[in-house]
Structures are given as C-alpha cells and as structure tokens.
C-alpha cells in the first residue's frame, strides 16, 4: 500500500504523546480513526489531533474501510481479543505492550496471524530508537570484548495513587494489568536483552507483595539464561523510597563493560581498561515514531520492523517463567 491508514483503539495518555502524532506525522501514514468508550473524551482527543472520525464502538473503527490498520492502546486484558478481531477482518495489527495477559494468549495472537497473513507487531518501541542501537554497535564491535553477564535493577518509590486505594491506576489491577508495573514496565527491560543479548532460553524467580499496597506483586527477583550462554540476573522493586530510586543495566565482557538505563536515557557509559567514554543519546519527542516508521515501511514493502509477535510472545514466556513459582 501507498499510504497507511490507522486506527487507534483505546486513544488515552500513551496516545498523547509517545504514539499517537507519529502516525500523522511520518511518511505514507495517516491517522484516519480513534476509538475510546467515553464519547466526550474521543471527541476531545479527535478534535485536537485532527482526525476526522471516531468511535465509542471498537468494532465500528475495525470494520471501517477508512482503517488499514489498527493500533491497540488498551490496558492488557483486552489486547488478544482486539487483535484477533482486527486481524481476523483482514486488517495489520500494533499492539502495546505487554503483548497480551500471558504467552498463552500471545500464541493464539500469533496463529491468527499466520491463519489470516496479517503481520502482528508489539510496542517495543526500544528496538528501533538511537539509544539503544548504539548498545547495540558497541556490543557488536566487540567493545568489550566477549559478553559474559547482565544485571539489571529496577528500584522506584510509590506513586501517590498507590498509596490511595480509592485513586490506584489499573496499571495495579491484577484482572486489568496482570502483575502491576512488572508487567507495565519490566517488558521493556527483557525486550532489550532479548534485542541486543540473544533469545532468553530460561528464567527462574521469586516474587512477593512487600509493600501491601495493592494485590500485584511489587518485588521480584529473577536469573536469565540466554541460548549464547550469557546468565543475566534481575531485581525490580515499586515500593522502595526515592533516595533509592534505580533504573540500571549493565553488561560485563571480558575487555570491560557497559552501563545504560531503560527508560532514563541516562548517559551510555563504556568503560575498559584502556579507555572511559560518555555517549548522551536522548530520546525522540514522540518515543515510539522510529518504530512506527518501520511498521508502515514494512507494510509498504520497503522496510522490516524489528518488534514482531514472535519476538513480543518471547518477552511475554520470560515474564511467565519468573513469576511461575
């Protein structure tokens, strides 16, 4: 196709700014629908992005001839049952992260796929930004040297709405979201290894409600096996206070290592026996637009998106097995 036109399934905060401008704003792509329940809301969101029609209807915005393609920003209970419809009316799909509730579901996601050859992406949108790419040449240049370990840390303070039951966001809602901000943030984390690191063939974990806030759990401790032989390790706790605030990961090879954040976009430190070095990579106004870029390249037949369903249902199977026992 010439031009993509997509809908938007669930326009909410993410849709503000991370995702929803780059659909209007790269090449070939437009943004054609948005759907959301609240009928006051999509109006809003249509209005102040120019898209000339909504929807209070999911299926209304997948069945329109207007919609080439259909992005899913709902909270995670619902992505399976979107995409498969999206996909099932002949329609691409982009769902967000995590891929869906569980790897079952993301393996009925990816059957779909196949059955009616419509291409499945997910939002790791991590995959396709400058930041990242440059971990991803360092480690390719043999920077430092042979990749040996990864550690990963996650430390964050509650959010105020944690802290009121009456307020708590569904991110926490264990029906809604799975289990909290493991589920909502630490994807991004194991996409990247997955990314730069190799296919994570197995993963043990423990994990414990230690804040009592909300059901979900907020402490889990994890040990990543990679098929290269690489053995990761992982902590991630919500309920610390802010001086210990963390967002860290490291890669240890034989000549030195490498120190970079998820989602700060902290300074890339590369640091060996011979040399320092600062890299000072930021992110782009609208995060997920070097991503979105190659989902329409690739639909145009010009390009190859690398966050795909398979990739995005081995994300979902290392969350699975860490929070198994």
């Known amino acids: 196709m010439e031009k993509v036109n ?53 299926d209304q915005l997948i069945s329109s001839p207007d919609v080439d393609a259909v992005y899913i920003a709902t909270p995670p209970n619902t992505h399976a049952s979107y995409a498969i419809k999206a996909m099932q009316a002949g329609k691409p799909v982009y769902v967000e ?47 430092i040297g042979e990749i040996l370990t990864v550690d990963v840390k996650q430390y964050r303070s509650p959010r ?17 979201a799975g289990e909290g901000y493991f589920y909502d943030l630490a994807p991004h984390t194991l996409d990247i290894l997955d990314f730069l690191l190799g296919e994570i063939s197995d993963a043990k974990g423990f994990s414990a409600n230690l804040g009592k806030l909300y059901d979900a759990k907020d402490t889990i401790s994890a040990i990543l096996q990679f098929k290269s032989g690489v053995i990761g390790s992982g902590q991630w706790c919500f309920v610390t206070s802010n001086q210990t605030d963390i967002d860290s990961i490291i890669i240890t090879g034989t000549k030195g290592e490498i120190r970079f954040s998820t989602f700060a976009f902290s300074p890339i430190e590369l640091i060996t026996e011979v040399l320092s070095e600062s ?6 106004e609208h995060i997920q637009q070097p991503l979105i870029q190659t989902i329409v390249d690739e639909l145009r037949g010009v390009g190859q998106c ?14 699975d097995l860490i929070l198994k026992s």
């Open 6 to 58: 997509w809908g938007i399934i669930g326009c909410g905060n993410v849709c503000e700014k991370k995702s929803g401008p780059s659909f209007y704003k790269i090449e070939h792509s437009a943004l054609a629908a948005v759907m959301r329940r609240d009928i006051d809301k999509v109006k809003d969101y249509a209005q102040r992005h120019n898209v000339s029609r909504y929807y209070t209807d999911a």
């Open 97 to 143: 992260k995590p891929m869906a509730m569980n790897l079952t579901e993301c393996e009925e996601m990816i059957k779909v796929s196949a059955a009616t050859n419509q291409k499945l992406f997910v939002a790791f949108y991590r995959r396709a930004l400058p930041y990242f790419l440059k971990v991803q040449y360092l480690l390719e240049d043999k920077a």
């Open 306 to 319: 690398p966050s795909t369903g398979i990739s995005g249902a081995r994300t979902s199977r290392v969350m």
């Open 160 to 176: 105020l709405s944690d802290l009121t039951f009456s307020d708590q966001t569904w991110r926490v809602d264990k029906n809604i």
């Open 279 to 284: 890299f000072d990579i930021p992110s782009p």
